[in-house]
């Protein structure tokens, strides 16, 4: 089964940026659809971001969309999470997961391999 570890997390002013990496091992990362999620404090993990196993489809949560691209190099097994114009709202740790059920869900039970989080907190 595939391992998924996150990295690039960090603290930035509003309306910067930042690239978060899900990076795999024990499986090629092309074998999934892999999933970005967050969990603010005090609130529950929300779906933010998917890309195919392709990369030629993606979803994005409506308080996103625009603002975050995701993306995939299967050369490098590595999923990235681009995320521009931050709000202190963004502020949350930042999960990748594989897609082990159907494309298109969003729900957290149909993803797996969980990786350990990656702190962003964007600073008002």
């Known amino acids: 089964q595939v391992q998924l570890v996150e990295s690039g997390g960090g603290l930035v002013q509003a309306g910067g940026s930042l690239r978060l990496s899900c990076a795999a091992s024990g499986r090629t990362i092309s074998s999934y659809a892999t999933g970005w999620f967050r969990q603010a404090p005090e609130k529950e993990r929300e779906f933010v971001t998917a890309i195919s196993r392709s990369g030629g489809s993606t979803l994005y949560s409506d308080s996103v969309k625009g603002r975050f691209t995701i993306s995939r190099d299967n050369a490098e097994n590595t999923v990235y999470l681009q995320m521009n114009s931050l709000r202190p709202e963004d502020t949350a740790v930042y999960y990748c997961?594989?897609?082990?059920?159907?494309?298109?869900?969003?729900?957290?039970?149909?993803?797996?391999?969980w990786g350990q989080g990656t702190q962003v907190t964007v600073s008002s």
């Open positions: 997961a594989a897609l082990f059920n159907g494309w298109g869900s969003v729900r957290q039970a149909d993803f797996g391999s």
